[in-house]
T-cell receptor, first 116, second 113 residues
């Protein structure tokens, strides 16, 4: 199993550009989430999904869109990048409630995004 | 308003001694708590967790203690090893399937040989 994979590892954008951060997992996990980590801050939840076709907002959703058309993939879209979106982005997945127990989240290696 | 607080940004301990990392929370709805370890340029990796129905959970060198009345938890690492040097995040969830984790800011642990 590759686990949770994220592409690209690094990206530099200009203000106003759009891009999509890719996230995929091969563990057949129901739940997937996107977090951002900024210096001196913990990870903050952007959006999450409890299954294909279902998404919801987290703590800091503004400026980001998500969709979940398959169990495996959960892309994060920046429609018009701003310098405030310079951050490290982590995707995570977990088995979810069908496991019957509280489950842990598995994180990808991250995407380091710089917006100029 | 920070719901999960890790007030000490860093901790340095001697190899072989105990490391104690503290975490406080304010949200009474949190019922599941996790510790994650993070190396530079990598994603966080799960270390240990505890449900609010317990006050202690142990896994090898790692033990997490939960004091619900004080809204406080701590991670004990005994004995500490140089490979334990990393950033440790405390996280909490108000849902059993923890799809929504709230993280603290993290503590940088340095274990001196």
């Amino acid at each position: 199993n590759a686990g949770v994979t994220q592409t690209p590892k690094f990206q530099v954008l200009k203000t106003g550009q759009s891009m999509t951060l890719q996230c995929a997992q091969d563990m057949n996990h129901e739940y997937m989430s996107w977090y951002r980590q900024d210096p001196g801050m913990g990870l903050r939840l952007i959006h999450y999904s409890v299954g294909a076709g279902i998404t919801d907002q987290g703590e800091v959703p503004n400026g980001y869109n998500v969709s979940r058309s398959t169990t495996e993939d959960f892309p994060l879209r920046l429609l018009s990048a701003a310098p405030s979106q310079t951050s490290v982005y982590f995707c995570a997945s977990s088995r979810g409630q069908t496991s019957g127990n509280t489950d842990t989240q598995y994180f990808g290696p991250g995407t380091r995004l710089t917006v100029l | 308003d920070q719901q999960v607080k890790q007030n000490s940004p860093s901790l340095s301990v001697q190899e072989g001694r105990i490391s104690i990392l503290n975490c406080d929370y304010t949200n009474s709805m949190f019922d599941y708590f996790l510790w994650y370890k993070k190396y530079p340029a990598e994603g966080p990796t799960f270390l240990i967790s505890i449900s609010s129905i317990k006050d202690k959970n142990e896994d090898g060198r790692f033990t997490v203690f939960l004091n619900k009345s004080a809204k406080h938890l701590s991670l004990h690492i005994v004995p500490s090893q140089p490979g334990d040097s990393a950033v440790y995040f405390c996280a909490a969830s108000a849902q059993r399937a923890n799809s929504k984790l709230t993280f603290g800011k993290g503590i940088t642990l340095s274990v001196r040989p």
